[in-house]
């Protein structure tokens, strides 16, 4: 249901508050943002789920090495970030550049989430497991 009031405010994804009203996650992915040089996302007792994209990229920027932060968050952290991006098997890292109608940082992917998913696509590349595949149909 967020998905799709999301789609109806013309966004692509809804951020996710948990029954406190703190940001757990979104609706497919997971959320981080920097603010002051410290990589955050929320914890996973605000209700996020423990993503495997979520922990390669906690473990990027702690061997970057950045602080890394998990914690409790509101909308006003988002909103206030120099960066935002999400997580996912799917969107890997997606960089955000409004939340709610605010533009966060420079309104353009940070360069900071830019390093992460450089370096996220090498881990990929090199741990991740080939899937061969022809015309979209995965082969035995």
Same mark, same amino acid.
């Given at each position: 249901m967020a998905?799709?009031?999301?789609?109806?405010?013309?966004?692509?994804?809804? *951020?996710? #508050?948990?029954h406190? +009203?703190r940001v757990?996650?979104?609706?497919?992915?997971?959320i981080?943002?920097?603010a !002051?040089g410290v990589?955050k996302?929320?914890?996973?007792?605000?209700?996020?789920?423990?993503?495997i994209t979520?922990?390669?990229?906690?473990?990027i920027?702690r061997s970057?090495?950045?602080?890394?932060?998990?914690g409790?968050?509101g909308l006003?952290?988002l909103?206030n970030?120099?960066e *935002?991006? #999400?997580?996912?098997? +799917?969107a890997?890292?997606?960089?955000?550049?409004?939340?709610?109608?605010?533009?966060? !940082?420079?309104g353009?992917?940070?360069?900071t989430?830019?390093k992460l998913?450089?370096?996220?696509r090498k881990?990929?590349s090199?741990d991740g497991?080939?899937?061969?595949?022809a015309?979209?149909v995965?082969k035995?």
């Amino acid at each position: 249901m967020a998905k799709l009031d999301a789609r109806r405010a013309g966004a692509l994804e809804a *951020v996710m #508050l948990n029954h406190q +009203g703190r940001v757990a996650e979104c609706t497919a992915d997971n959320i981080f943002f920097l603010a !002051g040089g410290v990589l955050k996302t929320p914890d996973l007792m605000n209700g996020a789920l423990p993503g495997i994209t979520r922990a390669t990229v906690l473990d990027i920027g702690r061997s970057m090495p950045m602080p890394t932060e998990e914690g409790n968050y509101g909308l006003h952290d988002l909103y206030n970030a120099d960066e *935002v991006f #999400l997580t996912g098997t +799917g969107a890997e890292i997606m960089p955000v550049i409004s939340v709610d109608g605010r533009t966060v !940082g420079a309104g353009k992917p940070g360069p900071t989430t830019k390093k992460l998913f450089e370096e996220f696509r090498k881990r990929r590349s090199r741990d991740g497991i080939a899937v061969p595949y022809a015309a979209g149909v995965a082969k035995d």
